[in-house]
């Protein structure tokens, strides 16, 4: 069993047998996480991109022995600033105790809020106790989704809140290319620019056969 709890915004962890991840920790910071820092250990921080609300508390959790996982520029960055890292690119694929994670590219833009450059934003693929999921990062929708479907996903982790990234019909329209079991939509409500309606999306996910739910922070679901 694969244990997928929404942090609040992007911030997704995940927790297999062997190996606990956790994908873009912006937890101080975001006025919808329901917890700190403090209250996960796990052993890799994934980030899809440097903006502020997904790197978060990265350096926070690294100092509690996480290994920062992301593109070369974010590792790097993550090293001068006393953080153990690995760097990557897209395309590449990561190897960890239960699982591997793949990046693929994602539509957007990565700086670091104080503007150094964070290399390209990513999606990942991350197989875990044979349950593959995927995390969109940020993103607009593109065609290219259809080969992130063909990885054969359990779940699809993706944006709804446009304005910074596809908005719920763009989603629904991703949905169809990456073919997933369930869908769990993250990047919305959580400042004004990106006020979603989480449960509708869900619901017009359903009516094409995806099952899934609008996850508030805090509440999990099981692959
Ligand atoms: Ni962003
Ligand atoms: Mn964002």
């Keep these: 069993m694969v244990k997928v709890t929404f942090l609040g915004h992007a911030a997704v962890l995940v927790e ?17 996480a329901t917890i ?32 920062v996982v992301s593109t070369y520029e974010i590792a ?8 153990k890292a690995f760097p990557m ?23 670091f809020p104080d503007g150094s450059y964070g290399g ?24 290219d989704m259809k080969l992130i479907g063909d990885e054969g996903l359990d779940l699809a982790i993706v944006p709804i809140g446009d304005t910074f990234t596809m908005g719920p019909d ?4 991703a949905l169809e290319l990456l073919r997933p079991k369930q869908v769990l939509p993250i990047h919305y409500n959580t400042f004004p620019p990106i006020k979603q309606d989480g449960e509708a999306f869900v619901a017009r996910a359903a009516q094409m056969g995806v099952g899934g739910k609008a996850l508030k922070p805090g509440e999990y679901l099981e692959l």
């Design 16 to 32: 297999g047998s062997q190996t606990t991840l956790v994908i873009d920790p912006f937890l101080s910071d975001n006025p919808m």
């Design 36 to 67: 700190g820092p403090e209250a996960i250990s796990p052993d890799l921080v994934v980030l899809t991109h440097a903006h502020g609300d997904h790197w978060g508390d990265t350096l926070a959790l690294a100092q509690k022995g996480a290994l």
């Design 76 to 83: 790097v960055y993550a090293e001068k600033h006393g953080a």
């Design 89 to 111: 690119n897209i395309g590449g694929r990561y190897e960890f105790a239960g699982g591997w994670l793949k990046f693929y590219p994602a539509w957007h833009s990565s700086s």
């Design 120 to 143: 390209m934003p990513m999606g990942v693929v991350i197989e875990i106790d044979g349950k593959k999921l995927y995390h969109a990062g940020d993103t607009a929708y593109f065609s």
């Design 170 to 173: 763009d989603a629904l329209k």
